[in-house]
């Protein structure tokens, strides 16, 4: 599956009433309705604005976007590592020299240097947990009664029951310049008793402590943090289909996708800058 997004827009293109004119060109070009595209330029970047399996497709959909003036990427979703497989920093502690990722019982597992971080992406991710149980009662059943003659009053009546719970917290995507996958820190579900002195009363104000000082020994890193905003996270991602349908894409894995966009338009900019300086 290949995505293609903008990342910057083009902005006397999105500005005004220039918005109309420009989602009627983009949707003329992805096949798509002007509504649809409309939503999805209102939304701000980053905008997934395709999601397809077909390559030419995705390749001639980026073309068209950059040829319009915005600044856009696409990316195999199936290159892209989730926040499940990702080193996660349930434990950690911040040495002078690198973030060490620990286990439980408080030995260390993982190293990574503070110079191998190329960028800090801060996002907020909503997980949704629906549990099913079954509950059963008895209840009174007349037809049963006659027909047993009296024998048997009541059935067993056996109903399912769902019920859905949402987390939403935030969460800190630590991307390398090795290659190898990031690493995730949670704001909620993470000890953060390392701080010592630097450690809050809340989650939330121990998150932002160790996001500071991983910036602090991590000058050098890009820090991005437009995907803690609510509309860019979301119920879900929409995006238009490689049929030109409407598509969604779930919570956690479209607040995955986005982080993965961001850091691949990174690239582009830092590969142009040097083309620049040569």
């Known amino acids: 599956m290949y995505a293609v997004a903008i990342t910057h827009f083009y ?17 003329r070009d992805l ?15 980053p905008a997934v604005m395709l999601v397809t399996d077909d390559k030419e497709q995705a390749v001639r959909a980026l ?10 990427v696409a990316c195999d979703a199936a290159a892209i590592t989730p926040s499940g497989a990702m080193s996660q920093l349930r434990h950690f502690r911040l040495d002078a020299d690198a973030v060490v990722r620990q286990d439980a019982s408080g030995a260390d597992k993982e190293r990574l240097p503070y110079k191998s971080i190329l960028a800090l992406i801060r996002a907020t991710s909503r997980v949704t947990t629906e549990t099913r ?22 059935k067993s009546v056996t109903r399912e029951m769902i019920a859905v719970k949402e987390d939403r917290s ?19 579900g993470t000890d953060y008793t390392s701080l010592g002195d630097n450690l809050a009363p809340t989650q939330i104000e121990n998150f932002r402590r160790s996001i500071e000082i991983i ?12 995907l803690i905003a609510a ?4 119920e879900q991602i929409r995006a238009i289909g490689g049929g030109g349908k409407s598509i969604a894409v779930a919570p956690e894995s479209g607040t995955d996708l986005l982080a993965h966009i961001l850091v691949i338009a990174l690239g582009h900019r830092l590969e142009r800058e040097a083309g620049l300086q040569r």
Do not use: C, M
Request: a negative charge; hydrophobic letters at 40%.
């Open 133 to 154: 149980t079954q509950e059963s009662e008895r209840k009174l059943a007349l037809a049963t009664a006659v027909a047993t003659g009296g024998l048997k009053l009541t």
């Open 170 to 188: 935030q969460v800190l995507y630590l991307f390398r310049s090795d290659g190898e996958p990031p690493w995730l820190l949670r704001e909620a």
């Open 11 to 27: 902005e006397e293109a999105i500005s005004g009433a220039a918005i109309d004119g420009e989602a009627q060109a983009v949707a």
């Open 215 to 226: 910036r602090e020994n991590a000058s050098h890193a890009a820090y991005d943090e437009s």
């Open 63 to 72: 073309s068209q976007l950059r040829g319009r003036g915005h600044e856009a």
């Open 231 to 234: 509309k860019k996270t979301g």
């Open 31 to 45: 096949g798509a309705t002007v509504y649809e595209v409309r939503l999805l330029l209102s939304s701000g970047a």
